[in-house]
């Protein structure tokens, strides 16, 4: 079993940053691709960025690329998103997942608890 606990979410005003940590524990789990999905108020959890388990490859989304960075350490067992240049449309609950490092939600076996984040306009 992999536990999955998120931290680093809170409130921001548009324009700035927030570094999102996720700290991952149980057999295997530094093994698995990671992944950060988002869900915001009354809509679909979406993807938001994912990491191969040797960091060779990620992958964002086009409504994140160039601002948002995802990260690993496999020492620490953790994952990380920066997210810069924050905009209100990126409010919403923050979940870290375990799994295939893919953009299919589906495709993951593990999630976090979630951290909300808030940008105000």
């Known amino acids: 079993q992999v536990q999955l606990v998120e931290s680093g979410g809170g409130l921001v005003q548009a324009g700035g940053s927030l570094r999102l940590s996720c700290a991952a524990s149980?057999?295997?789990?530094?093994?698995?691709?990671k992944a950060w999905f988002r869900q915001a108020p009354g809509k679909n959890r979406e993807f938001v960025a994912a990491?191969?388990?040797?960091?060779?490859?990620?992958y964002y989304a086009d409504s994140v690329q160039g601002r948002f960075t995802i990260s690993r350490d496999n020492r620490e067992n953790t994952v990380s998103l920066q997210m810069n240049s924050l905009k209100p449309e990126d409010t919403g609950v923050y979940y870290c997942?375990?799994?295939?490092?893919?953009?299919?939600?589906?495709?993951?076996?593990?999630w976090g608890q979630g951290t909300q984040v808030t940008v105000s306009s």
């Open positions: 997942a375990a799994g295939a490092a893919t953009r299919d939600a589906d495709r993951y076996d593990y």
């Open positions: 149980g057999r295997g789990s530094d093994t698995y691709g």
């Open positions: 990491i191969t388990w040797s960091s060779a490859t990620t």
